[in-house]
């Protein structure tokens, strides 16, 4: 199964696998990168980034959240060449990282491949199908469809609450002197306010919470709403002509609201398939038959 994501959008392809059942690999390409996610019985079970997207990369996002040092991450990456591991399982190994630490970054990780590829409004896919093994370490077999109803969730809420911080590079920090109840704070929140304690680079701040950008700024957000936390812009000057910025952000909310659009009709699609067979089958009309038969 292959063809052009302008064809068969990412949210219908996804939905395809999942229902039925399949396994092997789904390479999706575009904006000159390669993502493949591997499916196990309809679920997804791992994914490999493109190398070229160092962030995505489990090895940058342990670092980043304060795992590694630059120096350790270079010198498990070259034994890892060697033995044939992967780094997940060579940290943990080490003992840097515990087994729940590394099933929650590669659930993270999914998502966040995930909400970069159902961006795209061109490019190609490509499924083979084969067995799939998960893996010893890899957690719990991802459903599709939790994803993509995440994946809607980004797509209607990101571009708002983005909005609400300054539009180029930023940095955070909790306000001093301010008390507070953790008690009071949402799960989210309570994570959000204890990652702060790691780095005023939001980037960092998120992956030391094991969160999504999405999940991340949207956390940020509300923490910024109870006047905890203070924002400074890195770059007020950076140049860019307010009209350009204005089409381009005009640009980008079509795009997501065309996205957003191919997943509710996915979401549709999935739900005429149960109605279908679920209350078009042969015997839910041999039942209604007889009730009818029988006033």
Known sequence: ???????????????????????????????????????????????????????????????????????ELKRFLASQGTGGKKIGEILVEKGKISKEVLARYLVLQVKECLFDVITLVEGEYRFEGFAVRPGALGGDPIRPDVLLMEGMQYLDEYARYRGIFPSGEFRVARKKGERVDP??????????????????????????????EFEGIKALAALLQRGLVEVYATDPGDGVDPGRRLRDEIAYRRRFEAIRMALWGA?????????????????????????????
């Not at 009071?184 to 094991?210: H, N, Q, T």
């Not at 109605?275 to 038969?293: E, I, K, T």
Request: glycine share 8%; with cysteine; charged share 25%.
């Open 183 to 212: 008690y009071a704070f949402s799960e989210e929140e309570r994570i959000m306010w204890k990652a702060l304690d790691f780095s005023e680079e939001p980037g960092r701040v998120y992956r030391k919470a094991c969160f999504t």
């Open 1 to 71: 199964m292959q063809g052009k994501i302008a064809d068969f959008s990412i949210p219908d392809i996804f939905q395809l696998v999942s229902s039925q059942g399949k396994s092997g690999s789904l390479a999706i390409s575009g904006n000159d990168r390669v993502t493949i996610f591997l499916f196990s019985g309809g679920r997804i079970v791992d994914v490999q980034p493109d190398r070229r997207e160092s962030k995505s990369l489990l090895g940058t996002m342990f670092r980043d959240a304060g795992y590694l040092t630059d120096s």
């Open 267 to 295: 979401a549709l699609a999935a739900a005429a398939a149960w109605v279908y067979r679920g209350l078009l089958s042969r015997g839910a009309f041999r039942a209604f038959s007889a009730w009818v038969d029988f006033f």
